[in-house]
Structures are given as structure tokens and as C-alpha cells.
């Protein structure tokens, strides 16, 4: 079974490359005398007898190895040969545009020091699997087989491979198919394809392995690779390695329709490229388990142009897991609308299957470990489920992390167009960082369609987080809705039985601006999560918001904050409204506000019900701050109720510190517990001073704020609820004269 996939773009890959494109390879299979082997050609086949037999090895010593455009090499080994080891000596680079097959399930080994290059037709009918590798020795634990050493008899020994031995400046692996017969290399089931030596430069074809594994490695310097127990390379780490650059190239493992578990895409190298659709795949159709994908470089790793790596299932066995370190920068990078790049391990669905709820396999997970990390311009990393099956983990581990331009890391139950099945739960998505960014539409988010519950987030940023800014509106460059905000997301939508997930952060200095939000929300039935943010200073302005909110019949979830030092809330979005109504008139009411949450353009901290829920349940607020908490220009603290529901309680304190609001022109900085038809919650604030507030009406009973100028507090309701003010010399405040924005000023 392989996918037929199509290759189309194509780039140079220097002198010898292109000249292979243009020119038709020649045979060139000669014996150098060493190993008695015997090369025969007739018409365009070379057949290769004779060598050395030690036990299972069949040993091979060519002055040449070249398979020409249209030609074969057929090692016409005994059925009972386990391991072929050919070695080429004469310093020329090996050309293969033509066919390589053997007898039996032997295991092929290539070595020549001097070079590799396979041509657009260049093809493998082997039994076993394939090595193809630039390295100058074959290793066994009682000796090598040396292509520099010809003076001395070979060592030809009995024992299995145990690596390669490198000299110094490995040469290259390349292989370059073109747009017309693109190149394909295949293993027979369960075998492997390995290509160890200096660079490894593929373009415009494709590797398969139905059930097996496909292992790069490259070494830059003089030393060893071994093979390891679990059928993959290893690179010691003291290593220097080289470069492996794949360009519109495909590396895939098929599953076999015998059900059986899937082997690993393994690559170790100094510096990773997947450009221009590169693909990697490792999914799973059947009862088998997909097998991982294990990325490592000891400097960067670049994704870019639509190339995506996939580790899905489609059916009852496990998605694998996908592991990427790099040692200095991960970037994860789209370029345009039809190049977003991708990475996913998710537990999805055929489009020809009616139920995705038969599927029960669960998404893998992701890990991503680097010095920066970077995903720019609709870049994605995804792991979802549509079915029984639960959704993987997704980690991200760095000294930074930043997430702009329309990116995201989401983990899904189900989605807008199939949430029915969708009944395992989210995962968790855990990061790990100093310093962490979201812009322009840059986003992490959690979200339940179906009857599976939300994953979870969190965030843990030693030094600082900021998350700024909104994407693109009304429309990004694909089409789909755009003005949604940054931020962090928790959201049970409107099909949604399902619960949301909680928003758990951690970081010294805390800044949301310019329309960034964080939300845990509730758009259906479901109760949305609580948000829990532990931090030194926190500042919430430009009408930036953190949310958990109630649209429909749900409860809305409680916001938790634990700041040290200070909060300051300040000031409005000014293009919140331009957003939603543009999003109305190019879509609808609905996808606007699925996109845009309906609830204000202030700055502020929500845990509302909105107007249209009729019997949700208000979250309550908690805010534990030491120095104070600055309410300034429009700013709100809301758990206000809709219709016959209750206001929510907002317990603020600040117990050796101050609460103050400052006047403005237009709006106050207003906190409200009111319910029009409820009872309203109740509001206490603890504090060595609170200056500037007074108990006041701030919304109608339509939920519009009234236009005063004043900083309110307002429990008001079908029955008011408390307001009680604790400062260290008076129990209960109310109607606190209103501050001169002269008196107080703090820095």
C-alpha cells in the first residue's frame, strides 16, 4: 500500500545534482579483486555472484558502483544470505538511476566513502532492508570491513553489523527525482531504509517503508554510528553532526493491512530542513499502532511551505508520538495561504467513514524541545480526536517560545462540522519556558465540539509572558474568519456535552494588550473551565480581557489570580466593535461570534453570563494581590448574571495594599456583581486603603454600562447582594467619596 502523492515544485541541489537531471547515468559494476566477487552483464543487467560467504554474510568488493538510467545490479545471492555487505573502493561516487534487487530477504549494506547519489529513477526490489551510507568501514564487534585498508586481507566474520566507521568529511547522500517521474525508494514490509553520511540532500521524491522504520543520520567529522537494539541509529552526542535538507520529499510509513505496529521515522542531524511540502508519515489505518517520529538536531530545525509532519490514526490503533529537539532554534513557519505548514498526531477520520465514533485509537503525543521555538504565519501544532479515542499531550520546553501571525497549538474534541462520536477528552498542553509570546492572532486553545471533555493549559514562563494583538480582519488570507484575538483558550462550544478545560499560569511579569485575551468559555450546555494565573505583576490593557464566560445555559467557570506585587486593568479595544460587525457582514452572526466572544471592548477580568443564557450559573472572582490593583480608563471586574441568574461573588485582597480606581472623562473603572432579575452576588475587598470607588449603578437592566465617569461598585439585583469593604480600621464602606486623580498616584 503507498500513497500517490504529487511532487511538483522543484529546486537545485548544486553541479553534481543538476547534472544528473540532464545527463543518463551509465553502469559501471566492476569487482575489484579483493572478495572474489564476479559481475556478468547482459543487455542492461549486471549480475553479481561469487564474493565471500561467512555464515549468513555474503561479502562484496566493487572498484565501481554505478547502476546506469533503464539498468539493474542484481546481487545474486543464496536464499539463506541474512546480510549482503558491499563495500566500493575506488573512489568514485556511486550514481544509482537504475534498479538494485536481490534474492531472498537479505539485508543490502552500500558503503562508499567517495559518495551516493540516486537519480529519478533509481529503484530497490530487495528482500530485507537497505544501508546506504558514505562511511569508509563496516564495524562488528571482532573487527571491520574497511574500504581503506585493501593491502591486508578483509576481516569477513560471521557476526552481525554493529556500525559504520566514518573518516574525516563524510561525504554526501543526495537524491533528486523532477516533476515528471518523481523518484521512490521502497522496502519490503517491516524492513528498514537507513541513509547514514556527511549531508543528506533529497528533493522532489518519496522513501516508503509499509511497517518498517526509516532512519537518517549524518556525521560530519571522523567517528562512529552504531545500530541500536530497537532497529534505530546512534549518534553519540559528542559528535559533530551534518546537515540533512529535505525539499518536496516525502518520508512515509505505510501501515499493512496485516495489523500489525508500525516502525519510527528516526533523524538525527546538525541542522533539519522540510521545505516546500516536504511530508512526514506515520499513520495507522487498522488495529496496528502507528510508530513514532523522532526528530534531532543539535543546532535548528526549519518546517516551512506547507510541509507537515503526521502521526494520525484513522481507526482502533494508537497514533505515535512525535519527538523534535533541536539545540538551538525550532521554527515552525507557513509562508503563504496555501503553504501552512503542520504538525499532528491526532485521532482522526476517513472522509468515506459515516461514524468517526467507531474509532478508538488515541492521538499521540508531541513533544518539542528547543532553545527558541517559533511558529510564524499560520503555522499549526495540532492533536485532536473525532472519536472514543482520547486526544494526545502536547509539550513545549524552551528558554523562549513564540507564537504570531495567525499561529496555534490546539488540542480538539471533535470539531464545527463533526463533533458526533467525538467522546474522548482533550489533552494537556504544557509549556516550559522563560519567556513566552502570543501576537497578532498567535494562539493556544483547548476545545471541546462533542461529548468529550476539554484538555487542559499550562503555562509555566520563569520571566515574563506577553500576549498582544488580533489577527487579521475580517477575513485571513485563506478565506476563513480572522479578527480573533491572541490568547489563551478553554472552550466548550455550542454542540458540546463535553466540559472545558482549565487555564493554569505561572510567570513573574504578565502582560495582555491590545484585544488579547484569556478565555474559558462556555457556548453551550456544558460548564466552561476556571482560569488560575499566579504571577507578580499582571497588567490587563488596550481592551485585553481574561474570561470565563457563560453564553448559553452552561456555568461559567472562576477566575483565580495570586499576584504578588500588582494588577493594573486599563483601557478599551477600540476596533472590538469594527471586528465583530465586519465578521457579521462577511459571514454571519453566528461565525462572528464564535470567532469574536460578544462581550466587551474593555479592559477587565469577566466571569459572566451573558444575555443570552437564560439559566447559567455566574463564576466567581478571586484575587489575592499584594501592593494594589489599579482600575483605570473604562477598565471592569464583572461576574455579572443574566436574565434570572444570580450574580457571581468577587472577593478581592489586598491586605497590605490598596485598591484604586481613577476617574475618567467617558467610563469609570467599574466592579459589578449585579443580576437584573437574580440576586446579586456579593463583593468584598479587603485592603489598607480603597480609594476612588463608591457603591453606584455601572449597567442598566438591558446589561448596557451606563456613561458616567464614576468608579462603581454594583451588586445590585432582584435582591442586592453585600458590598463590604475591610480596611484596617473600618469593617463596612459604602459610598467611598470618588478620588482626584491628583491624590493618588502610583508608580
Do not use: C, W
Amino acid at each position: 500500500m503507498k500513497q500517490s502523492l504529487s511532487l511538483l515544485l522543484s529546486v537545485g541541489l548544486g553541479t553534481i545534482s543538476q547534472s544528473l537531471l540532464t545527463t543518463p547515468v551509465a553502469s559501471q559494476v566492476t569487482s575489484d579483486g579483493t572478495t572474489s566477487t564476479q559481475v556478468t552483464e547482459n543487455g542492461n543487467v549486471s549480475t553479481i555472484n561469487g564474493g565471500v560467504t561467512n555464515g549468513d554474510n555474503l561479502f562484496h568488493s566493487f572498484q565501481d558502483f554505478s547502476v546506469g538510467t533503464g539498468s539493474e545490479a542484481f546481487f545474486n545471492n543464496a536464499p539463506e544470505i541474512g546480510n549482503i555487505l558491499s563495500r566500493v573502493t575506488g573512489g568514485n561516487i556511486s550514481n544509482i538511476d537504475g534498479l538494485i534487487r536481490n534474492n531472498g530477504n537479505a539485508n543490502l549494506f552500500l558503503i562508499n566513502p567517495a559518495g551516493i547519489i540516486f537519480g529519478e529513477n533509481a529503484r530497490l526490489d530487495l528482500g530485507g532492508s537497505f544501508y546506504g551510507s558514505t562511511a569508509s568501514s563496516i564495524l562488528f564487534e571482532d573487527g571491520e570491513f574497511s574500504v581503506t585498508d585493501l593491502d591486508n586481507p578483509p576481516l569477513l566474520t560471521v557476526n552481525a553489523p554493529i556500525g559504520l566507521s566514518f573518516r574525516e568529511n563524510p561525504a554526501s547522500i543526495i537524491a533528486t527525482g523532477n516533476s515528471e517521474n518523481s523518484l521512490s525508494l521502497v522496502v519490503e514490509t517491516g524492513e528498514s531504509f537507513n541513509l547514514i553520511g556527511g549531508e543528506i540532500n533529497l528533493s522532489r521524491g518519496e522513501i516508503v517503508a509499509e511497517e518498517g522504520t526509516i532512519n537518517f543520520a549524518s556525521i560530519a567529522q571522523e567517528g562512529t554510528i552504531s545500530f541500536s537494539e530497537d532497529n534505530s541509529l546512534n549518534t553519540p552526542t559528542n559528535t559533530n553532526r551534518d546537515n540533512i535538507i529535505l525539499d518536496n520529499f516525502v518520508l512515509e510509513i505505510v501501515p499493512s493491512i496485516s495489523d500489525g505496529d508500525s516502525g519510527n521515522i528516526n533523524i538525527s542531524t546538525q541542522s533539519l530542513s522540510l521545505t516546500n511540502n516536504s511530508i512526514l508519515i506515520n499513520n495507522t489505518f487498522n488495529e496496528g499502532n502507528a510508530g513514532e517520529v523522532n526528530l534531532n538536531a543539535t543546532d535548528s530545525i526549519l518546517i516551512n511551505s506547507g510541509s507537515t509532519i503526521l502521526t494520525d490514526t484513522f481507526a482502533e490503533g494508537n497514533a505515535g508520538n512525535i519527538f523534535i529537539q533541536a539545540g538551538n532554534n525550532f521554527i515552525l513557519e507557513g509562508i503563504n495561504q496555501n503553504l501552512d505548514p503542520e504538525i499532528s498526531a491526532s485521532a482522526s477520520f476517513l472522509e468515506n467513514i459515516d461514524i468517526p465514533g467507531n474509532l478508538s485509537g488515541n492521538a499521540g503525543n508531541i513533544e518539542i524541545t528547543a532553545a527558541n521555538i517559533s511558529l510564524n504565519n499560520s503555522a499549526q501544532v495540532v492533536s485532536n480526536t473525532f472519536g472514543s479515542g482520547n486526544a494526545g499531550n502536547v509539550s513545549f520546553n524552551a528558554d523562549s517560545i513564540n507564537i504570531a501571525n495567525n499561529s496555534s497549538v490546539f488540542s480538539a474534541v471533535g470539531s464545527l462540522e463533526s463533533n458526533i462520536g467525538a467522546t474522548g477528552n482533550g489533552g494537556t498542553i504544557d509549556f516550559a519556558t522563560r519567556t513566552l509570546s502570543l501576537s497578532d492572532g498567535g494562539t493556544i486553545i483547548v476545545q471541546t465540539f462533542g461529548l468529550g471533555n476539554a484538555g487542559t493549559i499550562n503555562i509555566n514562563a520563569a520571566d515574563s509572558i506577553n500576549i498582544s494583538g488580533v489577527a487579521n480582519f475580517p477575513l485571513l488570507e485563506n478565506g476563513n474568519p480572522g479578527g480573533f484575538s491572541s490568547g489563551l483558550f478553554s472552550n466548550s462550544e455550542v454542540s458540546a456535552l463535553g466540559s472545558g478545560g482549565e487555564i493554569t499560569v505561572t510567570t513573574s511579569t504578565f502582560n495582555i494588550s491590545g484585544g488579547a485575551v484569556i478565555n474559558a468559555r462556555s457556548r453551550g450546555i456544558a460548564s466552561a473551565g476556571n482560569v488560575f494565573i499566579n504571577a507578580d505583576i499582571l497588567e490587563i490593557t488596550n481592551g485585553s480581557q481574561i474570561l470565563a464566560t457563560a453564553f448559553n445555559d452552561g456555568a461559567a467557570g472562576n477566575i483565580n489570580l495570586d499576584i504578588s506585587q500588582r494588577i493594573l486593568i486599563s483601557g478599551i479595544d477600540p476596533n472590538y466593535s469594527n471586528r465583530l460587525e465586519s465578521l457579521i457582514n462577511n459571514f454571519d452572526e453566528d461565525i462572528a461570534q464564535f470567532t469574536i466572544d460578544p462581550v466587551s471592548a474593555d479592559s477587565g477580568i469577566f466571569a459572566n453570563t451573558t444575555f443570552s443564557a437564560i439559566e447559567g450559573t455566574t463564576g466567581d472572582i478571586t484575587i489575592q494581590v499584594g501592593d494594589r490593583l489599579e482600575l483605570r480608563n473604562g477598565s471592569l471586574i464583572s461576574a455579572q448574571a443574566s436574565n434570572v441568574t444570580n450574580g457571581g461573588n468577587i472577593a478581592i485582597n489586598s491586605e497590605n495594599g490598596f485598591v484604586v480606581a481613577f476617574p475618567s472623562n467617558d467610563l469609570g473603572g467599574d466592579i459589578v456583581a449585579n443580576a437584573p432579575e437574580g440576586a446579586g452576588g456579593n463583593i468584598t475587598i479587603m485592603a489598607q486603603g480603597v480609594l476612588g470607588l463608591e457603591e453606584n449603578i455601572a449597567f442598566d437592566n438591558a446589561g448596557n454600562r451606563l456613561n458616567n465617569s464614576s468608579n462603581d461598585l454594583d451588586a445590585t439585583g432582584d435582591v442586592d447582594g453585600a458590598i463590604q469593604i475591610i480596611t484596617p480600621n473600618v469593617d463596612v464602606i459604602q459610598g467611598i467619596p470618588q478620588l482626584s486623580l491628583d491624590v493618588f498616584t502610583l508608580h
